[in-house]
């Protein structure tokens, strides 16, 4: 296992988050299905990015921010979770959120995450689909620069090195877990995005010498530019972790085919697999990423190309305050 007290980082999630069994989702599908429920980290509704935002964050006050700014998309869920953690720890807040084409139109704009982050203070800065979020964020950091503040830039989803580490962290939690229920786990199962989250749980899944399989399921892109993306990641947590790059080598397995038309756009098979676990196990996915995952994750089941009778674990990234922004899509 990797040491962490190396490693500055602010007490924010509410760890270990439970690892659970979900019997009626097991029955149904036909394999068993532990759910870790990273959606119960506790920061402003939970979610992944919690865990990325203590180290994140300890990084801005060494650097002596006394600003975040990040990006997203207007219903960003990281977007959330920064908002909060900037109230919570004194820091100014400036949100780049971009329109996202395909979205529902009654409740997107105004509803969900949107809500949140104006309730937290966080100033927003929206952008149409069309913008270029990454030069604007360089803009806004000069223009927040000569003002006399002190910004601090959290790249998309908080996925680099130093966000990453909170999955790593959350690896050699899960191993513990998986350890103290004396249960084998065939693959872990998550959505993936931008890469942080299932690049810095390979990170800490190698370096505990664990060999479990992790599958990613796509809500952005196809398998071949994501596992090109989390590839590169794992292999840059790897070097700054002193560890061989080339463990990386193998590793990285994602499935880009239930995104649908791009991501934030619904699918039919993602509200399905929404109200399946609610009927199910009253377990809230969100329409971005776990719900997208747990459809791919319910179509492999069913098409039989995870095996029956194994194990499985899906990683419950969060964000389920976005299905007010998507009322429309579940009616």
Known sequence: MIEFESFPRITISHTPTPLEKAPRLSDDLGCNVYIKRDDCTGLAG???KTRKLEYLLADAKVQGADTLVTIGGLQSNHARQTAAAAAKFGFNCELILQDVIGTPEKDYKTNGNILLDHLFGA????LSADEDCEIYAATLMNQLQCEG???YLIPIGGSNEIGSLGYIRCANELLGQIKAQDIHIDQIILATGSAGTQAGLLAGLIAAKSHISVLGINVSRPAQEQTELVESLLKNILRSLNLDQNLANGRVFTNGSYYGEGYGVATKEM???????AELEGLLLDPVYSGKAMAG???LCQTKHI???SNQVFLHTGGSVGLF????VFY
């Open 307 to 309: 095996k029956a009778s």
């Open 46 to 48: 939970g979610g992944n």
């Open 149 to 151: 503040k002190t910004p």
């Open 123 to 126: 100033k927003i800065h929206r």
């Open 271 to 277: 509200v399905a697999a929404v109200k399946k676990c």
């Open 325 to 328: 922004a998507y009322r429309e």
């Open 297 to 299: 994750f319910i179509d």
